[in-house]
């Protein structure tokens, strides 16, 4: 089973400024089945990117995903108050399980 | 517009059988290249993986805990059933499902989710 370690636990940023959010994987894993997730509380997680690095159906340009091999990264160019939240990375491309980052919490400075 | 939204027990006891719904709307498990799946977190855990089953009938489950999960699904209720038997409180946490729009090797993410559904075990 691959596991994803996301980094920072915590990234405490203000509006305005730029995110970067690591995702290391195990083993490598193809760009093709990395994702991205955020999830408010209360919320239903929402899929930002896929394949690395599309972007899902009306997410806003400021978020893009990178990465090849074991390191990935999710960038939000400009935070807005509205991304403070937690993201997840996910592996979709091994045989199952899928499996998921313990997540990074966006705060607000 | 897609929507999921998840339904069951708050609190189950240990060695009894967990039993969820997912009911659905804004797409048909009956269309091809469609699956629902579930998925849970455990308090300060990472999301969990558990099941899907798509369009035509395939299921395919976390090996982990293929011995003690069901899924099914009833396509004129738009609705997903997955049971988890013999439960622990290790399987205390918040549930979810949701939806996906799968290839050929089946290898997809998840695009739309319900708010989730938390369920504790307890005696």
């Known amino acids: 089973e691959i596991v994803l370690t996301q980094s920072p636990g915590t990234l405490s940023l203000s509006p305005g400024e730029r995110a970067t959010l690591s995702c290391r994987a195990s083993q490598s894993i193809s760009s093709s089945y990395l994702a991205w997730y955020q999830h408010k509380p209360g919320q239903a997680p929402r899929l930002l990117i896929f394949a690395g690095s599309v972007r899902d159906t009306g997410i806003p340009d400021r978020f893009s995903g990178s990465g090849s091999g074991t390191d990935f990264t999710l960038t939000i160019s400009r935070l807005e108050p509205d991304d403070f939240a937690v993201y997840y990375c996910q592996q979709y491309g091994s045989p199952p399980p899928c499996t998921f980052g313990q997540g990074t919490k966006l705060e607000i400075k | 517009q897609i929507t999921l939204k998840e339904s069951g027990p708050t609190l189950v006891k240990p060695t009894q059988t967990l039993t969820l719904t997912c009911t659905f709307s804004?797409?048909?498990?009956?269309?091809?290249?469609?699956?629902v799946g579930w998925l849970r977190q455990p308090p300060g855990k990472a999301l969990e993986w558990l099941a899907v089953?798509?369009?035509?009938?395939?299921?395919r489950f976390n090996p982990s805990l293929k011995t003690r999960l069901t899924i099914t699904r009833d396509t004129s209720r738009d609705q997903v059933v997955l049971t988890l038997t013999n439960v622990d409180p290790a399987d205390s946490g918040t549930y979810y499902c949701?939806?996906?729009?799968?290839?050929?090797?089946?290898?997809?993410?998840?695009?739309?989710w319900g708010q989730g559904t938390l369920v504790t075990v307890s005696s």
């Open positions: 089953i798509y369009w035509d009938g395939d299921e």
């Open positions: 949701a939806h996906t729009q799968v290839g050929p090797t089946r290898r997809d993410p998840f695009d739309r």
């Open positions: 804004g797409f048909s498990l009956s269309a091809d290249t469609v699956g």
